[in-house]
């Protein structure tokens, strides 16, 4: 690590110190340093994420349409070799993705991604990798689809995609603070676009190519702001025959106003801070962290975050980590961000940052009126049932708009969203009515529900995975949705379930009154147990919600990321340096302090030559590393 990244970190330090260059626990693992302060001071640090190239002799168009395959290889290669070797494409025995002996295996990978996520190759030639063609790159959303279906339940994938209609852009305290708060990592989407600059608005004429790039480090501090990638673009000669070592590239991060004829909005910039006519824009991340639940009582004013596999991805980090809120609630939904969750507080509707406890009134209901229940969906709109039989929905990125009030069939007493559409119980009439927003208007359909089911004004209502859930005193009756309205089905759930939350892929976890979860595989096939899933038999509270992948997209907003090498390597690129625990830029006592701290530990930072444990082998590297890193 050069010099210059060593002073430029300098400044940050004051701010950052706790977390870069103490002795804390928060330096056990491979997931290195993880502080977040505020916006504007963070520390975020990964170790030995791969780095694989794209530029290949043995991709179609020597592999320059290959930068989505090649990041999402990197995202994967980390969780195998990293508590999972039974998910992504698994470390070669052999040795690291660099060696020589790994490059034909890498290609072969690489080829097999590029089918799934339908990459085309930018060239009309027939290939036996990807699609061919004129167009060249990757679909944002394939890439999310792809990581959310080979991680399985074992994680939780969300995206943060631009929308510059809503004003919504991603940020790098976002994936900051879920680095911080959930041991996540992760990849980014960058665009470059035309247009001119006023001061620090950027007005848009045009998008003209993308890319994507894994993410390794987010350091910000005293006034420095600065992101850390693995670029699959080689910052070397163009290799084709040959991988290059693990390096880091650095993006500066400015605060910038982007605007167009879809919209404006508060974005950040990546480069270096002359402005110019070409612009390159944050413009999505897709974050991976392991499975993860909340839980809470009703009475009290601290819930938790529970982790089952921390000890697997994090040794060290407590598996439960309690946050507070403002009042006892019965209602907490817990944002797309995964930063922020939504509860109940003297009626009105709060949303707070679990991590530095701020919070924000999103919905106050009108004079008379009272919330019965609300929902939060992909897209971070606020749903709401209000005792006046109305529905509100309130968008949570532009809180000063006013809420679209939708008038219901009669008094709602709970709403469960369900992909774009809201669903209200609405008890007094035996129905659901289902609530879509559309660019043509917003439509409301009754949707009758069968059957003797005891419905009263305290049934808590899930719509997930095509049924709809109704718990009433400890009995789950459950209705299939199709094109004929609501069917009810006989599937077999225990008595005495105090809470329902659904998840990911099918799943349906239910709390007993032991406080202990049951996850549930759910399908039009049946029911049935699934104890290997990670929110299986865990002790928790009695309300239960589960940390869930979105995609954050609408139907239709997806792009192809395309012609991505029109985007040049980095100009600073630097190898990486293992020796160097501290990030600082030198290998020295404070880095030899760390290994003696870290003595025996598993899966540590300070395990150098990577064996399993720390000892004498990592002591010895150490003392002969000493001085700066290269």
Not at 94 to 123: D, M, P
Request: with cysteine.
């Amino acid at each position: 690590m050069p010099q210059r990244f060593s002073r430029d970190v300098s400044r940050a330090i004051p701010a950052i110190a706790c977390a870069v260059f103490s002795l804390s626990s928060e330096l056990h693992a491979e997931i290195a340093f993880t502080n977040y302060v505020d916006a504007n001071t963070f520390a975020y640090v990964v170790l030995d994420m791969p780095d694989v190239d794209q530029r290949r002799s043995d991709l179609p168009n020597n592999g320059n349409c290959y930068c989505g395959p090649a990041s999402n290889f990197d995202i994967l290669g980390y969780v195998s070799a990293h508590g999972f070797p039974h998910l992504g494409p698994g470390i070669p025995v052999a040795g690291t993705w660099e060696n020589a002996s790994n490059y034909v295996s890498i290609g072969t990978t690489l080829c097999t991604y590029g089918n799934t996520l339908s990459t085309s190759s930018g060239s009309s030639a027939a290939a036996a990798c990807g699609t061919s063609g004129t167009s060249c790159g990757s679909s944002y959303a394939s890439l999310y689809n792809d990581l959310a279906a080979q991680l399985g339940d074992d994680f939780v994938v969300r995206q943060y995609y631009w929308n510059a209609g809503r004003g919504y852009f991603p940020s790098v305290y976002e994936f900051a603070c879920v680095g911080a708060n959930n041991d996540a990592i992760g990849l980014m989407l960058l665009g470059r676009h035309n247009g001119t600059w006023s001061g620090s608005t950027f007005t848009q004429t045009s998008r003209t190519s993308g890319h994507f790039q894994a993410i390794t480090t987010a350091i910000a501090g005293g006034g420095l702001k600065r992101l850390g990638v693995r670029d699959p673009i080689s910052s070397g000669s163009d290799s084709r025959t040959t991988q290059s070592p693990y390096a880091t590239s650095w993006w500066n991060v400015t605060p910038m106003t982007y605007t167009s004829t879809s919209g404006s909005g508060a974005a950040e910039r990546l480069s270096a801070s002359s402005a110019t006519a070409a612009l390159t824009l944050l413009e999505g991340v897709i974050a991976v962290w392991p499975a993860a639940c909340y839980t809470w009582d009703s009475e009290s004013t601290e819930a938790s975050r529970i982790t089952p596999e921390a000890g697997t991805w994090r040794p060290g980090r407590a598996a439960t980590a309690p946050f507070s809120l403002e009042t006892p609630s019965p209602l907490m939904r817990v944002l797309p961000d995964d930063i922020r969750f939504a509860t109940l507080v003297d009626g009105a509707i709060r949303v707070r940052n679990r991590f530095n406890e701020t919070s924000v009134t999103a919905f106050t209901p009108p004079a008379g009126n009272t919330v019965r229940g609300f929902d939060v969906d992909r897209l971070r709109y606020l749903h709401v049932s209000l005792a006046s039989g109305h529905g509100a929905r309130v968008d949570l990125d532009r809180l000063t708009l006013q809420p679209l009030v939708t008038t219901l069939p009669g008094p709602s007493t709970a709403v469960s969203v369900a992909g774009d559409i809201a669903h209200y119980l609405i008890p007094s009439t035996r129905t659901i009515a289902a609530v879509n927003y559309t660019a043509q208007g917003t439509t409301v359909v009754s949707l009758a529900i069968p059957g003797n089911a005891t419905i009263n004004l305290s049934t808590r209502l899930t719509v997930a995975h095509g049924f709809a859930f109704l718990l009433t005193n400890g009995q789950v009756t459950t209705f299939r949705l199709s094109t004929k309205g609501l069917v009810e089905v006989p599937l077999a759930f225990p008595t005495g379930v105090v809470d329902l939350a659904d998840g990911d892929r099918g799943t349906i976890c239910t709390v007993d009154t032991n406080r202990v979860t049951t996850a549930w595989k759910v399908s039009p096939k049946g029911l049935s147990a699934n104890p290997t899933h990670p929110m299986h038999g865990l002790q928790v509270k009695s309300r239960l919600v589960l940390s869930r992948s979105s995609s954050g997209l609408r139907l239709g907003e997806d792009v192809i990321i395309d012609a991505d090498t029109t985007l040049e390597p980095l100009a600073e690129s630097v190898l990486d340096c293992r020796t160097d625990l501290n990030v600082d830029g030198t290998t020295n006592a404070a880095d030899l302090a760390i290994v003696l701290n870290e003595w025996d530990a598993a899966r540590s930072i300070a395990d150098v030559d990577r064996d399993g444990t720390v000892g004498a082998t990592d002591l010895a590297a150490v003392l002969s590393a000493f001085g700066p890193c290269p």
